[in-house]
C-alpha cells in the first residue's frame, strides 16, 4: 500500500498524540544563556511499549545500567534526563542517585518508578548535584508542545537543538513519528554523547519495534562519525503509546514498511542535524559508497571515508584532495579494485577507473565551499550501497576539547 | 650471553659496515631551503640478504608493488628513494617510471636493476618528473657518512630527519645495526607516509631476518599513530650485508636474543621521533597498558587510547581530563572491567578502582605541560602489556592539512 509521509512544520518529540514534556533549569549544567535548561522529562498519558540501543563502549554510565535494566519488559512511561554531567564513572552512589532521579520524576507524574528511564549526559566522573535536582524537578511543567523545551534541556555544546516529526498515512489510518536528539559537545568538553529519544502514537508490536529501531538506527546514527568517540552514555530509546489506534503493527503488517521508512526518515534527519552541529563543523559531509560486494563493505568504506582526518581537514579547507579519499577506501579493509574506482565529489567527476581526470576547478572549489559536501565513490565490484555522515575536522574542534575540564 | 647494546652519537643509517649512501636536489619537491634534498640513494657494497615489510592499504603505490616484487628473492643491493611525489595512482606509467629510477640508480652503481629497491613519497595521483630524476640522480655521491643527506632526502613536512644506530657486542663478537625513517607530512599536505631503511653489518640468515622485522616492527612503528589513516607507500626495510663476519644468526643463534632486542631499539627509537615530530604535534604521547588478559588486547588498548582525538586534544590543551582516556579503553573492544582500572598520568594516580581519587592538581598541570606525556592503565584483569606512541592533536595539524593541494 502506498504511504505518504510528511515532515510536521516545528514537529517535536511530543507532537505524536499523548505524549508530554517540560523542563527546568536545575543548575547542573552552567548557566550561558537567560533561557538555560537542563532538566527535563518526557512523558506518555499512557503506558508505552518501548525498546532502546546502548552504547557498546564498556564502561557504561549509571542511568544506561539502570535503564537498560528497566527495559526488560519492553515498557515505559517517561523518561527524565539532565545535561551538565554524565553520571558515568560514579560507582554505586552514582546508581542510587539515577535510582533516586526516576523517583522523583514518578512522584511528580504519577506512575510507578520502574516505568521511569533516565539519561544524562556531560563530563564524567562527577557525582550527580542531587540537591539541586531534588530543589528544582517540581518546577516541571508538562505540556503537548513541552517538546521543544525538552529538545533545549538536553543541548550541552550543541549550538541548535535538533528535533523533527512526520505523520504517516496509509491507507484509511495514520499516526505521527517524533524525535529528539543532542550531539556532539560539552560545556566542559568531554564526550560527545548521543541521546536520542524516539516517540510514536501508533500501536506497535514490541518485537516489531526492536527490529525496526536496530534497521533505523543501523541506516542513520550508526552512520554517523564525529570524531570516532563511543561515549559511555549513548542511548536512543523509542516509545509507542498506541494513542493513533490503527491495527497493531507487525512484520507482516502491511503498515510495517511505511513505519520502518518514515522513522528511517526521522533518525537520519536527526543524525544529519547531529552530523551538521558536530564541535566546530563548519560542513556536513555525506559518503556514499556504491557498487560495493556487500552492504557491510558498503557501509565500513563510507564509515572509514567520513571519520578519516586527513578527508575531513581536506574539506575543512575545500582542498580538492581526492587522493586522501581513494587512499581511505582502500585501508577501510573492504574489496576494492583501483583501477575500478569512480569518485565525485558533488556533480564533478575527479576519478575515472582509478585514475584522475581533468575537472573544472573553479566549480569544484564552490561545490566544496558549500555548506554540505557530498563524496560518491563507485567501486564498480558488486550492488551494494551505504551513506554515512559527518563533519569537517577544524582548528575549532581542537581549540573546544582542548580546555581545561578543571 | 649478555648483550651490550649502545646507541652510536650522530650514528645513521650508514654506520654499520659497507654501507654508502647519498642524496641531491632533483626538484620534485619544492625547495624550501637552500640545502634542501629529495632524490638518495641507499647501497651496499656487497649484496644483502634483506626484506621488508608494506602498507596493508590495497592502494599500493608503484614503488611498493615493485620492490614487493623484487623481494621474493630476499636480496638487494641497493635502494633508491624521493620526497615531494608518491607515484601512487599513477597506472602502468607509475610502474614504468619507478622501474626506470631503479635502472638509472643500478647504472650509477653498477649493479643489476633487480637488485634495486624503490620508494616515494609525497603527493598521490602525479606522475613523477622522470626528466628531473634523470637529469640529477647522476649527481649523487654515495659516501659511508652519506646517511645523514639520505635521511633529509626523504624528508617532507618532517622537520626533523630522523635516524639512529646501535652497536650490539655478545661475547667475543659483535655488529652494528643503523635506521633511518620518516614520518608524518608533505609540502602539499597529504598522507602520513612512513618510510623506513633499516641496516646492518651482521650476518643473517632470511627466515630469521623477516622474523625479527616482524617482532620489532609490531612493538615500535605498528604501535604508532598519528592519525589513524594508512598510505599506500608505507614502507619498512631491512638490509643485511654480513660485513661484521659474525657466526650467522638464526632463530637458535645465541645472538638471536641480543639481535632483536638491538633491531626492536632502533624501531622504537626512530616510531619516537616519528611520533614527536607527527604533524603539528607539540608533545609525544605514550601510553602503555598493562595487566590485560592478552597481549592483542593490551596492544589494541594502548592503539585505540592513543590515537584517541579527545585524548589527544585533552593533552594539548594539558587538560587532566581522565574520563576520556577510560572511556577510549571502554570503547576499545578489550575485556575491562570499571571497578578494576587504575589509571596514572606521569607518576599521578588520577583513577583507582574506576574511581577518581584526589590529585594535586598544579603538579600534574605541570607533567601535562612537558614535552612528554606518559599514560599508564592497569587493568588488574592478566599480565600482558604492551606500549604505543602518538601526539596531541593541535590546531596546527587542521591548518596544515586543510591548505589547499593545488
Redesign the interface.
Known amino acids: 500500500m502506498e504511504a505518504k509521509i510528511e515532515f510536521i512544520p516545528q514537529g517535536s518529540v511530543t507532537s505524536p498524540q499523548g505524549f508530554y514534556a517540560g523542563a527546568t533549569y536545575a543548575g547542573v549544567k552552567k548557566k550561558k544563556a537567560e533561557n538555560s535548561l537542563d532538566l527535563g522529562i518526557l512523558f506518555s498519558e499512557v503506558p508505552c511499549v518501548a525498546t532502546a540501543l546502548f552504547t557498546?563502549?564498556?564502561?557504561k554510565s549509571a542511568p544506561v545500567v539502570l535503564s537498560q535494566e528497566r527495559l526488560w519488559r519492553g515498557r515505559a512511561v517517561a523518561v527524565v534526563v539532565n545535561s551538565g554531567c554524565?553520571n558515568?564513572?560514579t560507582?554505586e552512589q552514582g546508581l542510587a542517585d539515577a535510582a533516586e532521579m526516576a523517583r522523583l520524576a514518578a512522584e511528580g507524574i504519577g506512575c510507578s518508578p520502574e516505568d521511569v528511564l533516565v539519561a544524562s549526559t556531560g563530563?564524567?566522573?562527577q557525582q550527580l548535584p542531587m540537591k539541586l535536582i531534588r530543589a528544582t524537578i517540581d518546577r516541571i511543567i508538562l505540556s503537548h508542545d513541552g517538546g521543544h523545551e525538552l529538545a533545549r534541556a538536553m543541548m550541552t555544546t550543541d549550538t541548535v537543538p535538533k528535533e523533527t516529526a512526520v505523520t504517516v498515512r496509509v491507507g484509511e489510518s495514520g499516526f505521527t513519528i517524533g524525535g529528539v536528539a543532542k550531539g556532539a559537545g560539552m560545556i566542559h568538553?568531554?564526550?560527545?554523547t548521543l541521546l536520542c529519544f524516539l516517540t510514536t502514537d501508533a500501536v506497535v508490536a514490541l518485537d516489531f519495534l526492536k527490529f525496526a529501531l536496530r534497521r533505523a538506527v543501523d541506516a542513520s546514527f550508526n552512520m554517523l562519525s564525529i570524531?570516532?568517540?563511543?561515549?559511555?552514555s549513548d542511548t536512543v530509546l523509542i516509545m509507542a503509546n498506541g494513542r493513533a489506534g490503527n491495527q497493531m503493527i507487525n512484520q507482516d503488517s502491511e503498515q510495517a514498511g511505511a513505519f520502518q521508512q518514515a522513522l528511517n526518515q526521522v533518525c537520519i534527519y536527526l543524525a544529519k542535524c547531529i552530523a551538521r552541529d558536530g564541535e566546530g563543523a563548519t560542513k556536513l559531509i555525506e559518503v556514499t559508497v556504491s557498487g560495493a560486494p556487500s552492504v557491510a563493505e558498503a557501509r565500513l568504506a563510507a564509515r572509514i571515508v567520513v571519520s578519516?582526518?586527513?578527508v575531513k581537514?581536506?574539506i575543512?579547507?575545500?582542498?580538492?584532495?581526492?587522493?586522501?579519499i581513494?587512499?581511505?577506501?582502500?585501508?577501510s579493509g573492504v574489496?576494492?579494485v583501483?583501477?575500478k574506482i569512480d569518485l565525485y565529489i558533488g556533480d564533478t567527476c575527479v576519478?575515472q577507473g582509478?585514475?584522475?581526470i581533468p575537472f573544472n576547478?573553479e566549480k569544484l572549489r564552490e561545490v566544496l565551499n558549500g555548506s554540505e559536501v557530498t563524496i560518491a565513490l563507485q567501486l564498480n565490484l558488486g550492488k551494494a550501497a551505504a551513506t554515512a555522515w559527518g563533519c569537517d575536522?577544524?582548528?575549532e574542534?581542537?581549540?573546544i576539547?582542548?580546555?581545561?575540564?578543571?
Do not use: F, K
Open positions: 557498546t563502549n564498556r564502561i554524565a558515568a564513572c560507582g563530563v564524567i566522573g568538553p568531554d564526550l560527545a570524531d570516532g568517540d563511543t561515549s559511555p578519516s582526518p586527513l581537514t581536506a575543512h579547507g575545500s582542498d580538492p584532495n581526492w587522493g586522501r581513494v587512499a581511505a577506501v582502500g585501508r574489496q576494492v583501483e583501477s576519478v582509478g585514475r584522475p576547478e575536522l577544524s582548528e574542534y581542537v581549540t576539547n582542548s580546555q581545561y575540564m578543571t
